[in-house]
């Protein structure tokens, strides 16, 4: 248990284990060092004792300007579901997740792209899904619009985004 942060821990058990139709985003923003990897990694750990699925990246600064670059980092656990997408689908994740040479896709593609897979994945293998990423601020904008437009698409489903920034003065 992490000293002093009893409510937090709370408040992120109760996101990470709600049911579907719940609120699907949780953001933690606070000051550098305050630990706010600690309460994401602590979520992690509850998620998966409850049988939710983790999928986490971390942005980093050097890689604010790389397209689709957490995207990559946070998508690679359903790298072998790729091949269950449609061909436009399928042939945008394989360059995304760095599998296939190409051009990257349009954000559009890309957003619709991480939709399907995602559903293809919750499908197969059942059972809630948390999609973790810390250091938010430095997220490419890419990666940001592609994550955007697919959770608000999802419908009800049970798949939820925790992630972590610092606070905004």
């Known amino acids: 248990m992490l000293v002093g942060r009893a409510v937090d821990i709370v408040v992120i058990s109760a ?5 579907p139709g719940d609120d699907t985003v949780l953001v933690l923003s606070g000051e550098a060092g305050v630990g706010k990897t600690a309460l994401l990694d602590a979520a992690a750990e509850i998620a998966a004792w409850n049988g939710t699925r983790v999928l986490r990246a971390a942005a980093l600064e050097f890689e604010a300007g790389l397209r689709f670059g957490t995207l990559n980092q946070l998508l690679q656990p359903m790298a072998g579901y790729v091949d269950r997408l449609e061909a436009s689908h399928r ?10 040479p190409g ?10 792209a991480t939709l399907a897979l995602l559903r293809v994945w919750a499908g ?11 250091d938010l601020q430095w997220l490419d904008l890419a990666s940001s619009m592609v994550l955007i437009y697919a959770l608000r698409r999802l ?4 798949i939820r985004l925790l992630a972590a920034a610092l606070r905004c003065r």
């Open 15 to 19: 996101f990470v284990t709600g049911v």
């Open 124 to 134: 197969a293998e059942g059972g809630p899904v948390l999609l973790v990423i810390d």
């Open 103 to 112: 051009s990257l896709p349009a954000t559009l593609l890309a957003g619709a």
């Open 91 to 100: 042939d945008a994740m394989r360059v995304i997740m760095g599998l296939e």
């Open 155 to 158: 419908g009800v489903t049970d």
